[in-house]
Every structure is written in structure tokens, then in C-alpha cells.
């Protein structure tokens, strides 16, 4: 009899598991491409303009239905998102699904946004000031939830802290550039761990820190934006290079000029010690 309770209970189990995923629509890319285009409304390469003057390249997706203001997920990244693939993809596609309006921004500084970049993109100034434009878009209800992972995570922990009124939500997703103790390690911005450089971070600026970089002319109008984004990304494609040997060259503080990386806060960061402010 026991034998049969399990039994039972095992292919109750697995019915159960296995239910949400079968009344699921299975997506394919293309069809979730075709899919966004029939149902949402797209505004890219909008410029969004920061206190300061500078512009961030910004994209709009609207449910096409929507019968008035929405809410609005705002994804903030220093990484590229000129062509939706894959979780961006999915993710775009499902927040306009279910009747959100999604913002996707560049930081400062990196692909079709000008400026300079920093590592997190100023969340307290910039990122006040695009949560603002959002809240007074005349499709906004006013209220933003922020998402992102890594790095689009952290900066959402600094612009918690500046009590945004339109800052309704956030998911920080692996926000890792903690201060403060993890275990038995003393974490310093994920820079140092306990007093030593984290080497990690060498290919990673080398692969994204860009003080010179190509870019559009500022006078473009936005239908040439659009149309020339379509063709060029401005995505860097980095020369591959033996970082087992250059992880051991010395000083540290030369390894960004040994690799022939780009210029950038490698440089400055480098030269902080532990106990920078």
C-alpha cells in the first residue's frame, strides 16, 4: 500500500511540474520578434537628456492595446542591446505582453549614448534624471520598477537610496560590488578582496572601458539614428589576447598598456588602495 501512496504521489509530482510548463506558448526567437512587432509600439534611438546636457540613446516599447497610462520596467545597461536576442528578447517581449511599458537605456558613454563612461552610470544623477522623463512621458502612470543584473543591478542600489518619487520597484538581480564583509572575505567593491586585486577585472574593462570611441555625429536627426543603427552597432570587437600571461605582468597598474587594451578608469582605479573612500 505504501509502495502504491508513492507511486501516486510521484506521478502527481510530476503532473504538476510538468502542467505550467506544457500550457506554456513555446517561443521561438522569430516568433517572439514577429510577435513584439504585431502587438507593440517601438520608438528607438530617442534621446534622453541628463542634467548635465549630455544624451542617452533610449528605447520605447508600448503595448500597442494600451487604453492608458502604464507602468513602466526600466532595464539601464552598459552593454549592447541594438538587436533583442535572447533573454533581452524574451524579456521585452513578456513585459509588453502583459501590458508594461519597457524603457531600455545605455549608460553614458557606451554604444549610441554620449559621454563618458563610469563603471555604474552615474545612478544618482543620471539615473534620477531618466526615471524622471519616464514618469513624465504622457504613456506613463508614473510609476518605474527598475531591473538588471550585474551591474545593471548595482546601480540600482544607489538610485534606491535617492527616494526617486516615480521609484516604485526594483529587481536587483546579482548586484556583487558589495562593501563589506562575505564569509571569511572582506569585499571592497568586488575591486579588492581582503587588501588584493581582484585580476577579473582587467579583461572585463578591456573588453568594455572606451574613453575613445567611435560615434554617430551629434547633429544626426533621429530618423537617420534609427536608420543608421540598423546597420552599424558600435560594438567594440576586441583582438583575443593571452591573459594567463598578462594576468602576471607587472606592476598591475601596466596591464591594460601591455595588452594594447583602450584607454580608460583602469588606469585610475588601479592606482585607489584599499582604504579609498
Known amino acids: 500500500m505504501m509502495r502504491r501512496i508513492l507511486a501516486v504521489l510521484a506521478g502527481l509530482a510530476i503532473l504538476i511540474a510538468v502542467a505550467p510548463a506544457t500550457a506554456q506558448p513555446k517561443w521561438t526567437a522569430e516568433a517572439r520578434r514577429a510577435d513584439l512587432g ?8 530617442l534621446w534622453v537628456t541628463m542634467r548635465d546636457g549630455v544624451r542617452l540613446s533610449t528605447d520605447v516599447y508600448r503595448p500597442k492595446d494600451a487604453t492608458g497610462p502604464l507602468p513602466t520596467i526600466f532595464w539601464r545597461t552598459p552593454y549592447d542591446y541594438n538587436t533583442l536576442r535572447g533573454t533581452r528578447l524574451r524579456f521585452v517581449h ?5 501590458g508594461y511599458a519597457l524603457v531600455m537605456q545605455n549608460e553614458r558613454g557606451k554604444f549610441f549614448s554620449e559621454g563618458t563612461w563610469e563603471i555604474l552610470g552615474r545612478p544618482r544623477t543620471d539615473g534620477y534624471d531618466a526615471l524622471t522623463w519616464i514618469a513624465e512621458q504622457p504613456w506613463s502612470n508614473g510609476k518605474v520598477g527598475t531591473v538588471g543584473c550585474s551591474s545593471s543591478a548595482e546601480w540600482q542600489l544607489a538610485l534606491a537610496a535617492m527616494n526617486h518619487p516615480a521609484h516604485a520597484a526594483m529587481v536587483p538581480m546579482s548586484a556583487g560590488a558589495g562593501i563589506g564583509h562575505v564569509g571569511p572575505y572582506w569585499e571592497q567593491g568586488n575591486w579588492y578582496r581582503g587588501g588584493v586585486f581582484q585580476t577579473l577585472f582587467a579583461p572585463w574593462l578591456y573588453g568594455n572601458q572606451n574613453t575613445q570611441r567611435p560615434m554617430l555625429p551629434a547633429d544626426l536627426s533621429h530618423a537617420d539614428r534609427v536608420r543608421l543603427a540598423k546597420y552599424f552597432d558600435l560594438v567594440p570587437h576586441m583582438p583575443k589576447k593571452d591573459w594567463k600571461r598578462l594576468l602576471a605582468h607587472l606592476p598591475l597598474a601596466d596591464i591594460m598598456e601591455a595588452a594594447e587594451g583602450p584607454k580608460g578608469i583602469y588606469a585610475e582605479f588601479i592606482r585607489r588602495t584599499p582604504a579609498d573612500p
Do not use: L
Not at 504585431?38 to 534611438?45: D, F, N
Open 94 to 98: 513578456e513585459a509588453v505582453r502583459h
Open 38 to 45: 504585431r502587438i507593440a509600439t517601438v520608438e528607438k534611438k
